[in-house]
């Protein structure tokens, strides 16, 4: 009946995936990665590779003491409590290890992320790059993938189904390749092929509100392990909650840094006219964005804050192609942007009365700094970035049914899994993406691994 036979199957090779099989290589077992494309990107690439950790010595280095308690409020704060506490509080605790794991076994150059802090969290606790890109992160993960004999990565090889045994348990995927399909035999597998963003009638009919917005993942993420964990009696939780995102430069297709924001910059519709608390993120501040004329904004900040964010590479980019208006005053940058002079002029004057520490008519308190010229603008849309929503897992990754019975050797990780994110917008906290895909991706590789160590031990 098996066309081929490994310990561990893993669909999709993103960011989840691909840790997911080096935790589980690394207690030398056979791993094959199947990934429906032909690239190695998904939305991993596309992220800014900003990974939250608590208590790690990248934090200590530099005078940051904190707990995976600690690390864990902040998230359950931003989702109003919403969010599974004991997988937050595993995701937390194994934060640490992953990062520190990455930087010495993986040797992927990772740093802290000092330049500003996201919202709702208390302390730096992102950790990324140089380049702050996922495009660096997933280099060195398939590096580490390349090196490893025993990790099979095979393109254009979509996992079409779960098989199951006499008792329900996972046995093997079906596989569609270029030479059609294939039945893979696999004593556990990892379902790490992200959520349904790529899926519009998903979409439509989970998270109805940011369905009219452009979508800035990857196409192909369009909720098949999901269906399959469902086809086989999972369940699903949390599928209205998702990653939108108030400034993508339609333009250009590049996110524009939320640090705009955070460093004390603002944001005003097409009439001039600021219209919310910017800081309370830029996942639920993306409806807000939805509901003014033509569904578009503009980010306003100053030189400082310009200087300040041009390292980041997606920033230059920006800036490259020129796709910042700039201008010694505010009513030059109004005439720059195409927006109402005098609203933008009146806009301004009143968010620079605003005192840090104190609510504005918005709600807003974060006022770091009074805004100087030469200021900066920038035309922004909304966009939904991926869904968090999906397959209920344990703290151990591994999957589970309506009557929260474990499904026998199937993990999932990452976007396919459900996240820490609740139930909506406002629960996405910075870095929940990553550390649900990369977290949990290790967990469940580890996992897996020792299961089957054990069940050869017992057999
Ligand atoms: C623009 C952008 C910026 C972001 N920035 C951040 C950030 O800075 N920090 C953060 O924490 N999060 C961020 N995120 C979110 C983060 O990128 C994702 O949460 C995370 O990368 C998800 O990883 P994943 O492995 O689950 O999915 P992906 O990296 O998307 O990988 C899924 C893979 O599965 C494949 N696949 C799908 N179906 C199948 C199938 N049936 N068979 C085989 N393969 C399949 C896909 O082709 C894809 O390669 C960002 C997202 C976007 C879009």
Known sequence: MWDAEVDVAIAGAGGCGLIAALAAADHRLEVAVFEKTDHVLGNTVASAGMIPAAGTSFQKEHGIYETAEEMAEDIFRK???????????????????????????????????????????????????????????????????????????????????????????????????????????????????????????????????????????????TGDGIKMAMAIGADVSNMGAYQGHSAVNQATGVLVTWGTVMMGGFMINENGI??????????????????????????????????????????KYLDGVNAFKTSLTIEGLA???????????????????????????????????????????????????HTQGGVKINSNAQVM?????????????????????????????????LLAALGLGKIAGEHAAKAIKKERIEA
């Not at 189904?161 to 329900?168: D, F, Y």
């Not at 807000?288 to 900040?301: A, C, D, H, S, W």
């Open 335 to 385: 005439e720059q942007l195409g927006v109402a002079e005098t609203s933008l002029s009146d806009t301004f004057c009143a968010f620079q009365k605003n005192t840090n520490g104190q609510s504005d008519r918005y709600g807003r308190t974060d006022f770091p700094q009074k805004l100087e010229g030469p200021f900066y603008g920038i035309k922004v849309v909304p966009a939904l970035f």
């Open 79 to 221: 989702n109003k409590y919403e969010s599974d506490p004991e997988l937050t509080i595993a995701l937390c605790k194994v934060s640490s290890q992953l990062v520190e794991w990455m930087s010495d076994r993986l040797k992927i150059n990772l740093s802290l992320v000092k330049e500003f802090k996201y919202p709702g969290q208390r302390n730096y606790r992102m950790h990324a790059p140089p380049s702050r890109s996922g495009m660096e992160l997933m280099r060195g993960l398939k590096r580490n993938i390349t090196a490893r004999s025993n990790i099979h990565l095979l393109l254009k090889s979509q996992v079409t189904k779960l098989i199951t045994g006499k008792n329900g348990e996972v046995i093997g995927v079906e596989v569609k390749t270029t030479n059609g399909y294939q039945k893979i035999k696999a004593n556990k597998v990892i379902l790490a092929t992200n959520g349904f963003g790529g899926n519009i009638d998903m979409v439509k009919r989970f998270i109805p509100e940011i369905s009219d917005s452009l979508y800035f993942g990857y196409e192909a993420n």
């Open 274 to 315: 600021r219209f919310g608390d910017e800081t309370k993120g830029y996942s639920e501040f993306a409806i807000e964005v939805m509901k003014q004329p033509n569904q578009l904004g503009y980010l306003i900040f100053d030189e400082e804050i310009y200087g300040k964010l041009i390292s980041i590479e997606d920033f």
């Open 401 to 433: 049914t309506e009557k929260n019975i474990i499904i026998k050797n199937l993990y999932a990780g990452g976007g396919a899994a459900v996240g820490i994110s609740g139930n909506h917008a406002y629960g996405y906290m910075s870095g929940n993406g």
